[in-house]
């Protein structure tokens, strides 16, 4: 197999049992030939790690397949990046138990980063799946399927800060660019955030309009919990991140950029009363010289300490 046409993808479950067949049943029927699969439980304790076992000796048929079963759940960006340094191809999927790849998903995003090989990544749009049943697709789209806003690649990077832009589910990484950088920053209890905005500060993004994924919600994702009353795990990292970005910001829209987020993640901050990652933000929100009602809001809502999570937890 040439490696330069290989895709790895990766695929790490973790109490995935209702869906994971479906998972590695979705990466055998892609018509992309040049693939390779790595699974990892980790550390699962439902019947995740049985079903991927029958699945590997059953069902795997041709395709190449390594396993790599956990006895204790590690930190999802350590563990992917350890799984990162067994890729020699050129490109690698981060895939979790709980998605699904559609048949031509990547042989179309391939087929998009063979035109820049400077790129990072390319991305595509996904159904997401809500938790009552109702599916729709990540970017809005007219009754003809067409996109109804024009995705802005040249201002990307300024544009996540903003707001969560890419469906990450659906990116194919340039496996040597995302080794070059470091893979994902391991001390972040999430990645896709930061991986972004890294990527997209130094590199050219790409999209290709298809839906490659059937993206999941549903009460044990990770997103679940972002904002979870008083000891969410996700907001430190994301006030990490929003520091990463004052650092690498070069242009006043990129702070007034960073402005925007800051009074997103820190409505919510307060909101779930997590007081702690609050401060760090109104403190990143002052060093930007961050102006407006809401924030000076923000501000004394912070010094009063107001819990108002349980009022948070019912209209959310």
């Not at 960006?77 to 490109?91: I, P, R």
């Not at 890294?198 to 994924?213: C, E, M, N, Q, T």
């Amino acid at each position: 197999m040439n490696t330069s046409d290989l895709v790895t993808i990766i695929c790490i479950a973790y109490n995935h049992q209702d869906w994971i067949e479906e998972t590695l049943e979705s990466v055998r029927m892609l018509d992309y030939y040049a693939k390779e699969l790595i699974i990892v439980d980790n550390g699962s304790d439902d019947d995740t790690k049985e079903i991927i076992k029958t699945w590997v000796n059953k069902s795997s048929g041709t395709l190449s397949v390594q396993t790599v079963y956990k006895d204790e759940s590690q930190p999802y960006c350590q563990l992917f990046n350890d799984m990162l340094a067994k890729v020699n191809g050129q490109f690698v999927v981060d895939l979790s138990g709980d998605d699904v790849l559609y048949p031509d998903h990547l042989s179309k995003s391939v087929e998009i980063l063979r035109t820049d090989p400077t790129a990072a990544f390319v991305f595509s749009d996904a159904y997401i799946l809500e938790p009552e049943g109702v599916v729709k697709t990540f970017y809005k789209r007219s009754v003809s399927a067409e996109l109804t806003e024009e995705i802005e690649l040249s201002v990307m990077y300024e544009t996540l800060i903003r707001t969560n832009k890419i469906c990450s589910p659906t990116i194919v990484f340039n496996a040597p660019i995302l080794i070059k950088e470091g893979g994902y920053d391991s001390s972040l209890y999430y990645e896709d955030f930061d991986v972004q905005l890294r990527l997209a500060r130094k590199y050219p993004l790409l999209f290709s309009d298809h839906i490659g994924v059937l993206k999941r919600k549903h009460s044990n994702s990770l997103s679940a919990g972002q904002y979870q009353r008083y000891q969410s795990k996700m907001l430190p990292s994301t006030v990490v991140v929003c520091r990463k970005i004052q650092k690498m910001n070069t242009q006043e829209s990129e702070n007034k950029a960073l402005g925007i987020r800051i009074l997103y993640e820190l409505k919510h901050a307060l909101w779930s009363a997590n007081f702690q990652a609050a401060e760090d933000l109104i403190s990143i929100g002052e060093e930007i010289r961050l102006k407006g009602l809401s924030f000076m809001l923000y501000k004394f809502w912070i010094k009063r300490r107001w819990d108002l999570s349980w009022l948070y937890i019912k209209i959310t």
